[in-house]
C-alpha cells in the first residue's frame, strides 16, 4: 500500500485523501466478523459506542470510517441488512462526515431515544452493546435499558471479532509505528539539562501533528532522581530536567489509519542506578521471552506468566498488566494477562509493557513495544533495542 498522502483535483480545490481509507473488501471482512460473533451470540442487533475519550474512538471509525472530532457517535448493526451511524443533532458541523463510508446517516437531537424507537421499530429481542463498561454516556444509555429488548455486553466478543488484523490494517499499523519512532526519537535528540518536562514532551507532541495523527495521542511522564524511576505516571511539568533524573515519556499515537500503537524508551543521562539496572535486566528478559511466545497458537494467559517470569522471580510487584490487544481502540481486549483463554491468531497486534515496582515501591520500570503475533514467533515492530539512551543520541 502506498503510505504517501496524496490529492486529487475538484471543482471546489484541491481534496485530500487518506490513503488508509479502507477497500470495499476490508469493509465487508469487518462486518462478516462482527456479525459472526453476533450471532453466535445470538444477538439480532448491536450498538457500537465511540466517544472522544481518548484511544476510545476507535469502535466508530472501524465500522464506518468517521474519526470523532468532538463528542460521541453509534453504529447501529442488524445481523441483516444495512447498519446505520447515529451523530448527535448539536455536532452535525463537528467532524468530516464525509469521510463514513456507511450510507445511512442520522442527526437525531437525543441519540439515545432514537436509537431505542429504532430497535423497537425492527422488534429487535436481543441487542448487544459495546461500550457498556466504558464508553456510552448514560444520559443515551437509559432509553435504551428502559426498553424490552435484552441488553448484552459485548465488550469482548466484539474485540475478540477483530482481534485478527489483515494486510490493509497492518500497513496501517506500521505506519503508526513509524511516527512514534520518529517522536521517541526526536525527544531523545532534543534532550538538555535545563529544559522542562514539558517542553520535552511538546517536541515529540509537534512530531506527531506533524506527521498526522490529529489529537490521537496519549502521552505521560514517569520521572525519578539519581537514575531512578518513580511508580507514577503523570502529567509532564514545568519542573527543569537534571542529568542526574531518569524519565521515561511514554508515547501511544495512532496515525492517519487509526491504528493505535505504542512504542518508547526509557533516558538516563548519568545512567541508572543499580536497581535500575537490575529492573532493565528483567525488562530485557521480558522482551526476549515475549519475542518467544507471541506466535500463534499460543494462549494470552500463557503467555503473560511465561513473560512475566523473569520479573515476578526477582520478587518485583506488578503494577499493571503486562500487554494487551490493540487496534483502532487504543486498548482493546484480551489482555495479555490473567482470566483471558484466548488463543492469539496470527497477524493479532499487541502492546507488551509491563510495570512493576520494588517491594518498597521507590522503583518501577515501565515503557512499551508494539509486537505483531507472528506463526513462529512475535514480532517487536519497533526493531529498536531494548536499552535506555542517555540523551542527545541522534539514531537508535
Not at 127 to 152: H, K, M, Q, T, W
Not at 250 to 262: A, F, K
Not at 294 to 303: C, S, W
Amino acid at each position: 500500500m502506498n503510505q504517501a498522502a496524496t490529492a486529487r483535483e475538484t471543482d471546489g480545490g484541491t481534496e485530500y485523501i487518506n490513503r488508509f481509507r479502507p477497500s470495499q473488501a476490508e469493509i465487508e471482512r469487518r462486518y462478516a466478523n462482527t456479525r459472526k460473533a453476533m450471532q453466535e451470540h445470538g444477538l439480532d442487533y448491536l450498538v457500537i459506542a465511540g466517544s472522544e475519550y481518548s484511544g476510545f474512538e476507535g469502535a466508530i471509525r472501524y465500522m464506518c470510517g468517521f474519526h470523532i472530532l468532538h463528542r460521541y457517535a453509534y453504529v447501529v448493526v442488524p445481523l441483516e441488512g444495512d447498519p446505520v451511524c447515529v451523530f448527535p443533532r448539536e455536532a452535525t458541523w463537528v467532524g468530516d462526515h464525509a469521510a463514513t463510508f456507511i450510507e445511512n446517516r442520522e442527526f437525531p437531537s437525543h441519540c439515545g431515544e432514537w436509537m431505542a424507537d429504532f430497535l423497537k421499530s425492527k422488534n429487535a429481542k436481543k441487542v448487544g452493546i459495546y461500550g457498556l463498561e466504558y464508553i456510552i454516556n448514560v444520559r443515551d444509555y437509559s432509553p435504551l435499558a428502559a426498553s424490552d429488548f435484552e441488553i448484552v455486553d459485548f465488550e469482548i466478543p466484539f474485540d475478540y471479532s477483530r482481534a485478527q488484523k489483515s494486510e490493509e490494517e497492518l500497513a496501517s499499523v506500521r505506519h503508526s509505528m513509524d511516527i512514534n519512532k520518529q517522536g521517541v526519537l526526536e525527544v531523545i535528540k532534543a534532550y538538555e539539562a535545563g529544559k522542562t518536562e514539558a517542553e520535552l514532551m511538546g517536541v515529540a507532541e509537534g512530531t506527531f501533528a506533524s506527521l498526522g495523527t490529529a489529537r490521537n495521542t496519549m502521552n505521560m511522564v514517569l520521572m525519578g532522581p539519581n537514575g531512578s524511576l518513580r511508580p507514577q505516571m503523570v502529567f509532564p511539568s514545568q519542573r527543569p530536567l537534571q542529568d542526574s533524573d531518569a524519565l521515561m515519556y511514554g508515547l501511544e499515537i495512532s496515525g492517519e489509519g487509526g491504528h493505535w500503537v505504542e512504542f518508547s524508551r526509557p533516558i538516563a543521562p548519568n545512567g541508572l542506578d543499580p536497581v535500575m539496572t537490575e529492573m532493565m535486566q528483567a525488562y530485557e528478559e521480558f522482551h526476549e521471552l515475549a519475542k518467544e511466545h507471541m506466535k500463534a497458537g499460543n494462549n494470552a494467559e500463557d503467555v503473560a506468566r511465561k513473560c512475566m517470569k523473569p520479573i515476578f522471580d526477582r520478587g518485583y510487584r506488578s503494577g499493571h498488566v503486562c500487554g494487551h490487544s490493540i487496534g483502532m481502540t487504543m486498548i482493546e481486549m484480551p489482555r495479555i494477562g490473567e482470566g483471558f483463554d484466548f488463543v492469539l491468531p496470527e497477524n493479532m497486534i499487541c502492546s507488551m509493557h509491563p510495570h512493576f515496582m520494588n517491594q518498597e515501591r521507590t522503583h518501577s520500570l515501565y515503557f512499551q513495544e508494539t509486537y505483531r503475533v507472528g506463526r513462529d514467533e512475535g514480532e517487536p515492530l519497533s526493531g529498536v533495542p531494548i536499552k535506555a539512551y542517555t540523551g542527545g543520541e541522534t539514531s537508535f
